[in-house]
Nanobody, 124 residues
Protein backbone atom coordinates (compact mmCIF):
# COMPACT_ATOMS: atom_id res chain seq x y z
CA UNK A 1 0.00 0.00 0.00
CA UNK A 2 1.04 3.56 -0.63
CA UNK A 3 1.87 5.34 2.60
CA UNK A 4 2.79 8.98 3.00
CA UNK A 5 3.68 10.32 6.42
CA UNK A 6 4.16 14.03 6.91
CA UNK A 7 6.08 15.59 9.76
CA UNK A 8 7.88 18.75 10.79
CA UNK A 9 5.00 21.12 11.31
CA UNK A 10 4.62 23.33 14.32
CA UNK A 11 3.95 26.83 15.55
CA UNK A 12 6.21 29.58 14.31
CA UNK A 13 6.20 33.37 14.36
CA UNK A 14 5.76 35.38 11.17
CA UNK A 15 9.06 35.52 9.35
CA UNK A 16 10.16 32.22 10.80
CA UNK A 17 11.08 28.96 9.12
CA UNK A 18 10.04 25.33 9.18
CA UNK A 19 11.16 22.23 7.31
CA UNK A 20 8.50 19.69 6.49
CA UNK A 21 9.25 16.09 5.64
CA UNK A 22 7.29 13.35 3.91
CA UNK A 23 8.29 9.73 4.27
CA UNK A 24 7.00 7.58 1.42
CA UNK A 25 6.65 3.84 1.10
CA UNK A 26 4.72 1.20 -0.81
CA UNK A 27 5.51 2.36 -4.34
CA UNK A 28 8.36 3.18 -6.69
CA UNK A 29 9.17 6.59 -5.29
CA UNK A 30 11.63 7.53 -8.03
CA UNK A 31 8.94 6.95 -10.69
CA UNK A 32 6.70 9.80 -9.58
CA UNK A 33 6.84 13.54 -9.29
CA UNK A 34 5.94 14.57 -5.77
CA UNK A 35 3.78 17.41 -4.63
CA UNK A 36 2.97 19.40 -1.52
CA UNK A 37 -0.52 20.77 -1.01
CA UNK A 38 -2.10 22.57 1.90
CA UNK A 39 -5.54 23.21 3.28
CA UNK A 40 -6.55 25.92 5.70
CA UNK A 41 -9.80 25.79 7.68
CA UNK A 42 -12.75 26.77 5.54
CA UNK A 43 -10.67 26.98 2.37
CA UNK A 44 -10.09 24.81 -0.64
CA UNK A 45 -7.07 22.58 -0.89
CA UNK A 46 -4.26 24.54 -2.51
CA UNK A 47 -1.39 23.21 -4.58
CA UNK A 48 1.90 24.47 -3.19
CA UNK A 49 4.83 22.86 -4.96
CA UNK A 50 5.95 19.98 -7.18
CA UNK A 51 9.30 18.34 -7.80
CA UNK A 52 10.07 16.07 -10.71
CA UNK A 53 11.38 12.54 -10.46
CA UNK A 54 15.06 13.41 -10.61
CA UNK A 55 14.69 16.43 -8.38
CA UNK A 56 16.20 18.83 -10.89
CA UNK A 57 12.99 20.71 -11.73
CA UNK A 58 10.74 22.39 -9.23
CA UNK A 59 7.50 24.33 -9.43
CA UNK A 60 5.80 26.64 -6.97
CA UNK A 61 2.54 28.42 -6.42
CA UNK A 62 2.88 32.17 -6.80
CA UNK A 63 1.92 32.62 -3.18
CA UNK A 64 5.03 30.77 -1.96
CA UNK A 65 7.54 31.36 -4.74
CA UNK A 66 10.81 32.67 -3.39
CA UNK A 67 10.02 31.57 0.14
CA UNK A 68 9.60 27.79 -0.10
CA UNK A 69 11.98 25.19 -1.49
CA UNK A 70 10.97 21.64 -2.34
CA UNK A 71 13.52 18.85 -2.45
CA UNK A 72 13.66 15.06 -2.50
CA UNK A 73 16.03 12.30 -1.54
CA UNK A 74 15.32 9.29 -3.71
CA UNK A 75 17.70 7.10 -1.73
CA UNK A 76 15.61 7.70 1.38
CA UNK A 77 12.18 7.98 -0.25
CA UNK A 78 11.61 11.37 1.27
CA UNK A 79 10.45 14.75 0.05
CA UNK A 80 10.90 17.99 1.96
CA UNK A 81 9.53 21.47 1.97
CA UNK A 82 11.76 24.14 3.41
CA UNK A 83 9.64 27.13 4.31
CA UNK A 84 11.03 30.53 5.19
CA UNK A 85 9.65 34.02 5.66
CA UNK A 86 6.45 32.43 6.82
CA UNK A 87 3.26 34.46 6.83
CA UNK A 88 0.00 34.03 8.69
CA UNK A 89 -1.66 33.01 5.43
CA UNK A 90 0.66 30.00 5.28
CA UNK A 91 -1.21 28.53 8.22
CA UNK A 92 -2.67 25.22 7.06
CA UNK A 93 -2.36 21.48 7.21
CA UNK A 94 0.29 20.43 4.73
CA UNK A 95 0.10 17.16 2.83
CA UNK A 96 2.40 15.41 0.41
CA UNK A 97 1.00 13.66 -2.64
CA UNK A 98 1.94 11.54 -5.63
CA UNK A 99 2.13 13.18 -9.01
CA UNK A 100 2.42 16.68 -10.36
CA UNK A 101 -0.09 19.50 -10.07
CA UNK A 102 -2.33 18.04 -12.78
CA UNK A 103 -2.12 14.45 -11.60
CA UNK A 104 -2.12 14.40 -7.84
CA UNK A 105 -5.85 14.66 -7.21
CA UNK A 106 -6.65 11.62 -9.33
CA UNK A 107 -3.62 9.67 -8.17
CA UNK A 108 -4.36 10.23 -4.53
CA UNK A 109 -7.97 9.23 -5.08
CA UNK A 110 -6.84 6.11 -6.91
CA UNK A 111 -4.43 5.05 -4.21
CA UNK A 112 -6.51 6.36 -1.32
CA UNK A 113 -3.28 7.43 0.27
CA UNK A 114 -3.74 10.83 1.89
CA UNK A 115 -1.76 10.98 5.09
CA UNK A 116 -2.64 12.83 8.25
CA UNK A 117 -0.76 15.92 7.14
CA UNK A 118 1.25 18.15 9.39
CA UNK A 119 -0.08 21.34 10.93
CA UNK A 120 1.73 24.59 10.30
CA UNK A 121 0.62 27.54 12.37
CA UNK A 122 2.13 30.96 11.80
CA UNK A 123 1.17 33.30 14.59
CA UNK A 124 2.63 36.08 16.67
Amino acid sequence: EVHLVESGGGVVQPGGSLRLSCAASGFSFISFPMTWVRQAPGKRREWVSTINMDGDFTYYAESVKGRFTISRDNAKNTVHLQMSSLKSEDTAVYYCALGDSAQYIDLMREYDSWGQGTQVTVSS
